[in-house]
T-cell receptor, first 110, second 113 residues
Framework: GENVEQHPSTLSVQEGDSAVIKCTYS??????FPWYKQELGKRPQLIID?????GEKKDQRIAVTLNKTAKHFSLHITETQPEDSAVYFC?????????FGAGTQVVVTP | NAGVTQTPKFQVLKTGQSMTLQCAQD?????MYWYRQDPGMGLRLIYY???????DKGEVPNGYNVSRLNKREFSLRLESAAPSQTSVYFC????????????FGEGSWLTVV
């Protein structure tokens, strides 16, 4: 089955700097890659997703890139703000189950 | 439109007790899921239901059973709770199995003592 590895497990950034989270997956058949944000005590919520026919997708300060050859995808957050502090999960899916990474705790310090 | 609603929000059980977590969605989604979340381990799939009338095991099904009661409702049952089942449980739903946004409920905090 699919195996998703996510790095780093924790990330501390200064407000205004960029944050990058990287994930690798094992199943070359995976074709859907969402990212979820989870604030403390809350439910995970989708922030951006990308499909295998696209190399990059952007939504305001958030962007995701996908390298299918290398089987890795990344989340980029620019101009970080305190409200970006949360746990971020990547995930990968073929036509079967959605497999999540272990999560990255992002802390944005003023 | 409430989305995905799950109950109870908090529960403390004694080892060996049984309980059922209830979940309902009002988005007319076909697929529903139960995940558990433990520190440092992300979200692990317990069971899922691709469509009404079907259920399948996920990554960590042992100790759990599920029922897809109808298109809206998907319940998770712990027959004999164990301390290892202390976790946060999330119900979720999506329009279909593949390539669709999964929407999560607010979570159920379960402690087994």
């Amino acid at each position: 089955g699919e195996n998703v590895e996510q790095h780093p497990s924790t990330l501390s950034v200064q407000e205004g700097d960029s944050a990058v989270i990287k994930c690798t997956y094992s199943d070359s058949a995976s074709n859907y890659f969402p990212w979820y944000k989870q604030e403390l005590g809350k439910r995970p919520q989708l922030i951006i997703d990308i499909r295998s026919n696209v190399g990059e997708k952007k939504d305001q300060r958030i962007a995701v890139t996908l390298n299918k050859t290398a089987k890795h995808f990344s989340l980029h957050i620019t101009e970080t703000q305190p409200e970006d502090s949360a746990v971020y999960f990547c995930a990968a899916q073929d036509w079967g189950k959605l497999q999540f990474g272990a999560g990255t705790q992002v802390v944005v310090t003023p | 439109n409430a989305g995905v609603t799950q109950t109870p929000k908090f529960q403390v059980l004694k080892t060996g007790q049984s309980m059922t977590l209830q979940c309902a969605q009002d988005m007319n989604h076909n697929s529903m899921y139960w995940y558990r979340q433990d520190p440092g381990m992300g979200l692990r799939l317990i069971y899922y239901s691709a469509s009404e009338g079907t259920t399948d095991k996920g990554e960590v099904p042992n100790g759990y059973n599920v029922s897809r009661l109808n298109k809206r409702e998907f319940s998770l049952r712990l027959e004999s709770a164990a301390p290892s089942q202390t976790s946060v449980y999330f119900c979720a739903s999506s329009e279909a199995r593949a390539g669709n946004t999964i929407y999560f409920g607010e979570g159920s905090w379960l402690t087994v003592v």
